[in-house]
């Protein structure tokens, strides 16, 4: 079962420009994280936010998360081809149940 | 390189076949995680394993199980194949079931003729 639901599913964008992800989700969470995954590839940690933080930044990632509209948003900014690639999010609900993800928002980035 | 190592990589197998995947987590993790990512279903989480102990159930079927051993590595069999269960075969680890990231395998591609 899904727990995020990524928006959009698809993004096509210019090298230089910053990009928005939308997360929501349905239950209380412990954490939420962003991953990405390049094709066909195994998934790789971009950055975890607690549900008592609403901003964090990792590089050119900044993650939001408002839990009183169980919502997330990943920016990327200043992207480049290199960030082509799947981005999902994920939750990991209170009771430390496991990390349930969304189905993905595809990023393209073109030069 | 995530230090999760999954094997096989590939594999192609008929329909009402049994495999074995295997994982390796991260050295020091006790979690271990697998999930199935197809087109149409996204990443769906199959089950959780922590120091040998199952601990999450998720969206896996009766044909299939899975275990973690004293040395923690996890194997998730898959009995009876259809079809439908080609797919690619995630394992995941962390340190701890909360509050930590988790770290992929490269997955095993399971192709069902």
């Known amino acids: 079962s899904q727990q995020g639901e990524e928006d959009p599913q698809a993004l096509s964008i210019q090298e230089g420009e910053n990009a928005t992800m939308n997360c929501s989700y349905k239950?209380?969470?412990?954490?939420l994280q962003w991953y990405r995954q390049n094709s066909g590839r195994g998934l790789v940690h971009l950055i975890l936010?607690?549900?008592?933080?609403r901003e964090k930044h990792s590089g050119r990632l900044r993650v939001t998360l408002d839990t009183s509209k169980k919502s997330s948003s990943l920016l990327i900014t200043a992207s480049r081809a290199a960030d082509t690639a799947s981005y999902f999010c994920?939750?990991?609900?209170?009771?430390?149940?496991?990390?349930?993800f969304g189905k993905g928002t595809t990023l393209s980035v073109s030069s | 390189d995530s230090g999760v190592t999954q094997t096989p990589k590939h594999l192609i197998t008929a329909t009402g076949q049994r495999v074995t995947l295997r994982c390796s987590p991260r050295?020091?993790?006790?979690?271990v995680y697998w999930y199935q990512q197809s087109l149409d279903q996204g990443l769906q989480f199959l089950i959780q394993?922590?120091?040998?102990?199952?601990?999450a159930k998720g969206n896996i079927l009766e044909r299939f199980s899975a275990q973690q051993f004293p040395d923690l590595h996890s194997e998730l069999n898959l009995s009876s194949l259809e079809l439908g269960d080609s797919a690619l075969y995630f394992c995941?680890?962390?340190?701890?079931?909360?509050?930590?990231?988790?770290?992929f395998g490269q997955g095993t591609r399971l192709t069902v003729v």
């Open positions: 394993y922590y120091n040998g102990e199952e601990r």
């Open positions: 995941a680890s962390s340190s701890s079931p909360v509050d930590t990231e988790a770290f």
């Open positions: 050295s020091g993790d006790l979690s």
């Open positions: 936010i607690r549900s008592n933080e």
């Open positions: 994920a939750t990991l609900g209170q009771a430390g149940t496991a990390l349930i």
């Open positions: 239950t209380s969470i412990n954490n």
